[in-house]
């Protein structure tokens, strides 16, 4: 359904259900973990995602207790995120997909702690922490 890879090509993956639905999470370990302004993770469940090459460069770090995220360590892409509480459900990165995903993000989350250099200017609902489920189920995260 989808594919993807990191930036050096050797990993990479195939997804076998559509991702859940996502928002743009501003929060300062998204930050640090992209590189950018802001996180944009969908859920999916663990058997669902395939690794087609790449084990062998794929290496997990745990960024706060029980919280480990997975990244090419040959160029540094991240992959994914999971948590050791709900192992079964992954969070692809979703720039590391290279095929059309056309879902758009239902919220702002974390917008307090957003970078000063980056403005938002668009209509999506804005919120200063966790989103509530209603408006964006971010499964397989610490959303309360
Ligand atoms: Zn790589
Ligand atoms: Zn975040």
Redesign the pocket.
Known sequence: MHHGSCLCGSVRYDLSADLGEFGY???????K?SGSG??A?APIERVHFHLRSGEETLREYESSPGKLRVFCSRCGSPIYAYLAATPGILRIRLGSLDSDFTQQPRAH??VA?KALWEPINDEIPQFPEWAPRSVLNQRG?RQA
């Open positions: 999470c501003h929060c300062k370990s998204c930050r973990a802001h996180g993770n989350t974390f702690e995260s």
